[in-house]
């Protein structure tokens, strides 16, 4: 059965560093997202991709988030300075269609950042 | 804005047990969609079901029940006859029309953690 896969795992990072999240989305799939967790709070939307460009992002997503498709296959999440706050489960997420179109959402298994 | 609230942090219940679990929310949209999805211990997400805002009927998937109400802006998830490998977090999600009209965000709520005791 196809997945969302992600890389890596884990990331333990230094504040001020830069990370890269990386995502393959399930292959026949046009809508890309990433979300957060935060230890034991709910999942919050970061921004949506679609055609090559952001589709929407929530106030989350400043200007420390970048997100990229650099080829046919990834998707990637770039957090140029990372802060103590940015500690997180991060989740990619691919959708055949938009949510409004299809709903089902297909999540990857997460990426743990861990920002020291 | 759009505001999903699960009420019910933590619910414990003896296997074998039915339980709901509450989601209410809040929305400007007319046409709008609602999901649930499962948090198993192992962290992803799992999805459940997603119910289309025109479409109030319930459905009944196994052991597995939604009762969508318009009138109460509730979609309520019931687990029968409840077992161990029931127990993770819940979240109840919400979806609207974007304005730019494309790809979404889900609203999620905070979640109700189901504990199954053997």
């Known amino acids: 059965e196809p997945e969302v896969t992600q890389t890596p795992s884990h990331q333990v990072t230094q504040m001020g560093q830069e990370v890269i999240l990386r995502c393959v989305p399930i292959?026949?799939?046009?809508?890309f997202y990433w979300y957060r967790q935060i230890l034991g709070q709910k999942v919050e939307f970061l921004v949506s991709?679609?055609?090559?460009?952001?589709?929407?992002k929530s106030e989350i997503f400043d200007d420390q988030f970048s997100v990229e498709r650099p080829d046919g296959s990834n998707f990637t999440l770039k957090i140029r300075s990372t802060k103590l706050e940015d500690s997180a489960m991060y989740f990619c997420?691919?959708?055949?269609?938009?949510?409004?179109?299809?709903?089902?959402?297909?999540f990857g298994e997460g990426s743990r950042l861990t920002v020291l | 804005a759009q505001k999903v609230t699960q009420a019910q942090t933590e619910i414990s219940v003896v296997e074998k047990e039915d339980v709901t679990l509450d989601c209410v929310y809040e929305t400007r949209d007319t046409t709008y969609y609602l999901f649930w999805y499962k948090q198993p211990p192992s962290g992803e997400l799992v999805f459940l079901i997603r119910?289309?805002?025109?479409?109030?009927q319930n459905e009944i998937s196994g052991r597995y029940s939604w009762n969508f109400q318009k009138s109460t802006s509730s979609f309520n998830f019931t687990i029968t006859a409840s077992q161990v490998v029931d127990s993770a977090v819940y979240f109840c999600?919400?979806?609207?029309?974007?304005?730019?009209?494309?790809?979404?965000?889900?609203?999620f709520g905070k979640g109700t953690h189901l504990i199954i005791q053997p």
């Open positions: 999600a919400l979806s609207a029309r974007p304005r730019g009209g494309g790809a979404d965000g889900l609203t």
């Open positions: 292959s026949n799939h046009l809508y």
């Open positions: 997420a691919s959708s055949v269609l938009g949510t409004v179109n299809t709903g089902e959402l297909f």
């Open positions: 119910r289309n805002s025109f479409d109030e």
């Open positions: 991709f679609y055609n090559n460009e952001i589709s929407e």
